[in-house]
């Protein structure tokens, strides 16, 4: 049996331009598994910002993850083998898989070890396509709503028309919410059919006094963005209800990015800061968590939406455009053939 096999691998942090490289010797991960762990082929592999934007911190980022380093966190792929007390899984199961991004493995490479709260079963002849986008961004919608919500609840979600945005609007629907959201007016279409209720076009005026103008008193803001943090979370008093929650999702490692969160944490109402719950989401991988989300692609609730499609040669390529910041969707990467 083969003991190496090829992987997308960063050997420092920088540019990923400059630093991504397919290597042909890549460890490939060996039996024995450990308790909850299964071993997958590849198949595809869904792209996040965040898959780039780790390794783009320079020094920072070897305080957050180990080199070298294989890209991406989502993938969809076949089991090849369990461990001995895995029991929802089994050989030739078609799943979905979020590794964790602060540990070197990652998606793109040929196999993977997913521990148990890192992977769920699909239905059987699922599109792996589809499957391979949803993992961290639908993770990140249902995580940064659910627990926020009873059915009948107003949501805003900032940024509609992104990965979380896209699944955001199908999840807040799902779960019997009425959505407003924010997109540019290209995307109007796009969140329309997804399911919002109410559409806030950001390239027709100032978000935040559009929200005003809609006078919805909202039980849950969910903001994608981040960049519009100031004005949109000191401002929520106007649209938010008193015990509602304000989750910031989206945002940059900048220093104005940080310095903005820090002020919506910690500033008192009374010099200016928010008067609502404010709450900084990370993802976490929860095993019951994915299988909703699985559950719900396979009954067709959930819908992946797919921007474009790369084969694992052109991985770089597939950034590259992911890099752009205008895909309507998730960028895939074929890691191995779907038949």
């Given at each position: 049996?083969?003991?190496?096999?090829?992987?997308w691998?960063?050997a420092t942090?920088?540019?990923?331009?400059?630093?991504?490289?397919l290597?042909?010797?890549?460890?490939?991960?060996?039996?024995?598994?450990?308790?909850g762990?299964i071993?997958?082929?590849?198949?595809?592999?869904?792209?996040?910002?965040?898959?780039?934007k780790?390794?783009?911190?320079g020094?920072?980022?070897k305080?957050?993850?180990?080199?070298?380093?294989?890209?991406?966190?989502?993938?969809?792929g076949?089991?090849v083998?369990?461990?001995?007390?895995?029991?929802?899984?089994?050989?030739n199961?078609a799943?979905?898989?979020?590794?964790?991004?602060?540990?070197?493995?990652?998606?793109?490479s040929?196999?993977?070890?997913?521990?148990?709260?890192?992977?769920a079963?699909?239905?059987?002849?699922?599109?792996?396509?589809?499957?391979?986008?949803a993992?961290?961004?639908a993770?990140?919608?249902?995580?940064?709503?659910?627990p926020?919500?009873?059915?009948?609840?107003?949501?805003?979600?900032n940024?509609?028309?992104?990965?979380?945005?896209?699944?955001?609007?199908?999840?807040?629907?799902a779960l019997?919410?009425?959505?407003?959201?924010?997109?540019?007016t290209?995307k109007?279409?796009?969140?329309?059919?997804?399911g919002?209720?109410?559409?806030?076009d950001?390239k027709?005026?100032?978000?935040?006094?559009?929200?005003?103008q809609?006078?919805i008193?909202f039980d849950?803001?969910?903001d994608?963005?981040g960049?519009?943090?100031?004005d949109?979370?000191?401002?929520?008093?106007?649209?938010?209800?008193?015990?509602?929650?304000?989750v910031?999702?989206?945002?940059?490692?900048?220093?104005?990015s940080?310095?903005?969160v820090?002020?919506?944490?910690?500033?008192?109402?009374?010099?200016?800061?928010?008067?609502?719950?404010?709450?900084?989401?990370i993802?976490?991988?929860?095993?019951?968590?994915?299988?909703?989300?699985?559950?719900?692609?396979?009954e067709?609730?959930?819908?992946?939406?797919?921007?474009s499609?790369?084969?694992?040669?052109?991985?770089?390529?597939?950034?590259?455009?992911?890099?752009?910041g205008?895909?309507?969707g998730?960028?895939?990467?074929?890691?191995?053939?779907?038949?």
């Amino acid at each position: 049996m083969p003991t190496t096999m090829q992987a997308w691998q960063i050997a420092t942090p920088g540019l990923l331009e400059d630093v991504l490289k397919l290597v042909d010797n890549a460890e490939k991960p060996s039996k024995p598994l450990q308790r909850g762990q299964i071993l997958v082929e590849v198949v595809s592999a869904g792209l996040n910002p965040a898959d780039y934007k780790m390794v783009e911190l320079g020094f920072a980022s070897k305080a957050i993850t180990s080199f070298p380093k294989t890209t991406g966190m989502d993938l969809s792929g076949k089991v090849v083998a369990v461990g001995n007390d895995v029991t929802d899984a089994k050989v030739n199961d078609a799943v979905l898989v979020r590794l964790d991004p602060t540990k070197t493995p990652g998606a793109l490479s040929q196999f993977v070890v997913a521990d148990f709260n890192g992977y769920a079963v699909l239905p059987a002849d699922f599109d792996l396509d589809l499957a391979a986008g949803a993992p961290t961004t639908a993770l990140t919608a249902y995580q940064s709503i659910k627990p926020y919500i009873q059915t009948g609840a107003k949501v805003f979600i900032n940024g509609g028309s992104g990965g979380a945005g896209t699944y955001g609007i199908q999840i807040a629907k799902a779960l019997g919410c009425h959505v407003t959201t924010s997109c540019s007016t290209a995307k109007r279409e796009l969140c329309e059919r997804l399911g919002a209720d109410e559409i806030i076009d950001y390239k027709a005026g100032d978000v935040v006094t559009q929200l005003k103008q809609k006078e919805i008193i909202f039980d849950l803001i969910v903001d994608n963005v981040g960049s519009s943090l100031p004005d949109l979370y000191q401002q929520s008093h106007h649209y938010l209800k008193p015990e509602g929650a304000f989750v910031l999702v989206g945002g940059s490692a900048s220093l104005s990015s940080i310095k903005n969160v820090m002020k919506a944490k910690f500033t008192p109402s009374f010099l200016g800061g928010g008067k609502s719950k404010f709450i900084t989401y990370i993802t976490k991988n929860d095993h019951d968590d994915l299988a909703q989300i699985a559950k719900w692609l396979g009954e067709g609730v959930i819908k992946t939406i797919i921007d474009s499609t790369f084969e694992f040669e052109d991985t770089l390529k597939a950034y590259k455009h992911l890099k752009k910041g205008s895909s309507g969707g998730k960028v895939i990467v074929h890691v191995a053939n779907k038949a």
